[in-house]
């Protein structure tokens, strides 16, 4: 089956820098990719997805980049705020309706 | 938040016992998901079902079971709790064979002592 890696485990940065967060999959047959946000205690909301079929997705201060040929796609989260503070997971499927394959999560500390 | 919901939110029962969870929709979705979160290891899935009786094993479902009697409902049973069945336990939702999204519910924190 498809394996998801994510990296870092933890992230610390300043409010108003950039953070970045990086996963990789092994099935290339992948084509759907969505992050999510998870606050604690909180269930995980969907913050931005990317299908295959396209390089780079942005919304607001967030940003997704898939990389196909390496099979890794990137979180960009840009003048970071103290609420940006969460886990964050990558995941990765191979059709709709289908499993999804979560990496491990992020930990984002934004200090302000 | 769609309309999802879990019950209960909470439970501790004790080693041996049979659990029931059940995650309610009111987003007429096809598929529902059941999902654990344990540190370090994210989201796994447990059960799926894309329809009404049908359902189909994740990537960890040994110890656990699952029915879908009605679209809005789908029930996952752990037959024998043990401790590593301690977890929270979320469920989700995605709408049709075009759409990718998966919704999750609130979560239910189970203790198995």
């Known amino acids: 089956g498809e394996n998801v890696e994510q990296h870092p485990s933890t992230l610390s940065v300043q409010e108003g820098d950039s953070a970045v967060i990086k996963c990789t999959y092994s099935?290339?047959?992948?084509?759907?990719f969505p992050w999510y946000k998870q606050e604690l205690g909180k269930r995980p909301q969907l913050i931005i997805d990317?299908?295959?079929?396209?390089g780079e997705k942005k919304d607001q201060r967030i940003a997704v980049t898939l990389n196909k040929t390496a099979k890794h796609f990137s979180l960009h989260i840009t003048e970071t705020q103290p609420e940006d503070s969460a886990v964050y997971f990558c995941?990765?499927?191979?059709?709709?309706?289908?499993?999804?394959?979560f990496g491990t999560g992020t930990s984002l500390t934004v200090i302000p | 938040d769609a309309g999802i919901t879990q019950s209960p939110r909470h439970k501790v029962t004790e080693t041996g016992t049979p659990v029931t969870l059940r995650c309610h929709q009111t987003?007429?979705?096809?598929?529902m998901y059941w999902y654990r979160q344990d540190p370090g290891h994210g989201l796994r899935l447990i059960h799926y079902?894309?329809?009404?009786?049908?359902?189909d094993k994740g990537e960890v479902s040994d110890g656990y079971s699952v029915s879908r009697s009605k679209t809005e409902d789908f029930l996952l049973t752990l037959e024998s709790a043990t401790s590593s069945q301690t977890s929270v336990y979320f469920c989700?939702?995605?709408?049709?064979?075009?759409?990718?999204?998966?919704?999750f519910g609130p979560g239910t924190r189970l203790t198995v002592t």
């Open positions: 079902s894309y329809g009404v009786k049908d359902t």
């Open positions: 099935d290339s047959a992948s084509n759907y």
């Open positions: 995941a990765a499927s191979i059709r709709s309706g289908n499993q999804f394959y």
């Open positions: 987003e007429n979705h096809r598929y």
């Open positions: 990317i299908r295959s079929n396209v």
């Open positions: 989700a939702i995605s709408e049709s064979t075009n759409a990718y999204e998966q919704y």
